[in-house]
């Protein structure tokens, strides 16, 4: 059984070349099989402790659940965490009851495996081709990627007494590459875990 994950969604870029909030997308010439932010506030699903729900932004780095079980719900970064993310965001769910759940972050605090990357961060290459998207660069398209995550894993937990428990994720890498720009010379493969959303 798989311990819970958050997901974000991307569309492709082929089909978000129109203007958004009056701005031009800079990617109106180029077709392929390219990822676009779906949103610029971002998206997002649960999916944890038997159940799912789609997950809303409220304000700031906090997120709500469409059915709201009361969890305090936020999104944050700190590359320094080194997960794979560009932005080295992760998610923190703490529950009514006050555990605090992980999802991304990568390394625990301390510990004897604190310091070990627990692989839970699966990513792909997405294009910000609107202003205010992430990686967005005025008129050139190829330079507007980032690495961003499309599925963040569970991986640690800590209760309201001290106790902690990590959770790794095997290491997986794919044969396939992503299209990037129509430049298979430049094609990166898939990182950790199954990198396709």
């Given at each position: 059984m798989?311990?819970?994950?958050?997901?974000?969604?991307?569309?492709?870029?082929?089909?978000?070349?129109d203007?958004?909030?009056?701005?031009?997308?800079?990617n109106?010439?180029?077709?392929?099989?390219d990822?676009?932010?779906?949103?610029?506030?971002?998206?997002?699903?649960?999916?944890?402790?038997?159940?799912?729900?789609?997950?809303?932004?409220?304000?700031?780095?906090?997120?709500?659940?469409?059915?709201?079980?009361?969890?305090?719900?936020?999104?944050?970064?700190?590359?320094?965490?080194?997960?794979?993310?560009?932005?080295?965001?992760?998610?923190?769910?703490?529950?009514?009851?006050?555990?605090?759940?992980?999802?991304?972050?990568?390394?625990?605090?301390?510990?004897?495996?604190?310091?070990?990357?627990?692989?839970?961060?699966?990513?792909?290459?997405?294009?910000?081709?609107?202003?205010?998207?992430p990686?967005?660069?005025?008129?050139?398209?190829?330079?507007?990627?980032?690495?961003?995550?499309?599925?963040?894993?569970?991986?640690y937990?800590?209760?309201?007494?001290?106790?902690?428990?990590s959770?790794?994720?095997?290491?997986?890498?794919?044969?396939s590459?992503?299209?990037r720009?129509?430049?298979?010379?430049?094609?990166?493969?898939?990182?950790?875990?199954?990198?396709?959303?």
């Open positions: 798989w311990p819970g994950y958050i997901e974000r969604q991307y569309k492709p870029c082929a089909d978000d070349q203007d958004i909030r009056g701005k031009a997308a800079n109106k010439n180029s077709f392929g099989g990822l676009c932010w779906l949103k610029p506030e971002g998206n997002a699903t649960i999916s944890f402790n038997g159940r799912a729900t789609e997950l809303v932004k409220s304000s700031g780095d906090r997120w709500k659940g469409v059915s709201d079980d009361g969890s305090r719900i936020e999104l944050l970064m700190d590359p320094s965490y080194d997960n794979g993310d560009t932005d080295g965001e992760y998610w923190k769910v703490t529950t009514t009851d006050g555990i605090q759940y992980f999802f991304g972050r990568s390394k625990g605090p301390a510990g004897a495996s604190g310091a070990t990357a627990t692989k839970s961060v699966w990513t792909v290459p997405v294009y910000g081709n609107h202003p205010d998207e990686g967005y660069a005025v008129g050139d398209f190829a330079a507007s990627r980032t690495t961003q995550a499309w599925r963040w894993n569970l991986d937990v800590a209760d309201t007494h001290g106790n902690t428990m959770h790794f994720h095997p290491a997986k890498r794919l044969a590459t992503w299209c720009t129509r430049m298979a010379a430049r094609s990166p493969s898939h990182g950790a875990g199954s990198n396709a959303p």
